[in-house]
């Protein structure tokens, strides 16, 4: 019995960076770098995203998808790959505002660490963008075309046709 990694950790990147989101728009708004909290959730988002990225290079390593089934493959991995470097580009965006304002204590926000703080709040809105196409693309393969990361799917029973993709193992 092999233990199925992908669905596993690719749900964490998905709410963590829908969380990012809010809590850069509060920091945007406010003019001010939070506590850290942020910056601990994009760390893990950033690991955990890496590692669904990983697990889900490997599951679709043993399907034989065809037509719309293997566009839609490629699509979510195209899109999940670029899951990480987003959080990291968005990690890295907050550490310098942390920095701009740590070398600014006690004086009023700088337009640089309120042009970073915004930039935050982008990039956050555009990695959960990225983050909800690879999820919705997810689902589609699952649901739609029956991928599953434990089975390989007959490329034979892949049609255009409702109910009709079945593992290629028999049940």
Same mark, same amino acid.
């Given at each position: 019995?092999?233990?199925? *990694?992908?669905?596993?950790?690719?749900?964490?990147?998905?709410?963590?960076?829908?969380?990012?989101?809010?809590?850069?728009?509060?920091?945007?708004?406010?003019?001010?770098?939070?506590?850290?909290?942020? &910056?601990?959730l994009l760390l893990l988002t950033l690991l955990t995203s890496l590692l669904a990225t990983w697990s889900g290079d490997q599951a679709l390593q043993v399907q034989q998808l065809r037509g719309a089934a293997a566009d839609t493959a490629q699509a979510h991995q195209q899109a999940g790959n670029?899951?990480?470097?987003?959080?990291?580009? *968005?990690?890295?965006?907050?550490?310098?505002?942390?920095? &701009? &304002?740590?070398?600014?204590?006690?004086?009023?926000?700088?337009?640089?660490?309120?042009?970073?703080?915004?930039?935050?709040?982008?990039?956050?809105?555009?990695?959960?963008?990225?983050?909800?196409?690879?999820?919705?693309?997810?689902?589609? *393969?699952?649901? &739609?075309?029956?991928?599953?990361?434990?089975?390989?799917?007959?490329?034979?029973?892949?049609?255009?046709?409702?109910?009709?993709?079945?593992?290629?193992?028999?049940?």
């Open positions: 019995m092999s233990y199925d *990694l992908h669905p596993a950790v690719v749900h964490f990147p998905i709410a963590w960076l829908t969380l990012a989101v809010f809590l850069c728009a509060v920091d945007a708004a406010r003019s001010r770098v939070g506590s850290g909290f942020i &910056e601990g670029l899951v990480p470097w987003l959080a990291a580009a *968005l990690l890295a965006l907050r550490l310098w505002a942390r920095l &701009e &304002e740590r070398s600014k204590s006690g004086h009023a926000p700088t337009p640089r660490l309120r042009l970073l703080l915004w930039a935050s709040f982008a990039v956050s809105v555009l990695a959960a963008g990225v983050v909800l196409r690879t999820g919705l693309l997810g689902g589609e *393969l699952v649901h &739609e075309y029956g991928v599953t990361s434990k089975t390989a799917v007959s490329p034979s029973t892949l049609d255009d046709g409702p109910d009709v993709y079945r593992s290629a193992e028999p049940d």
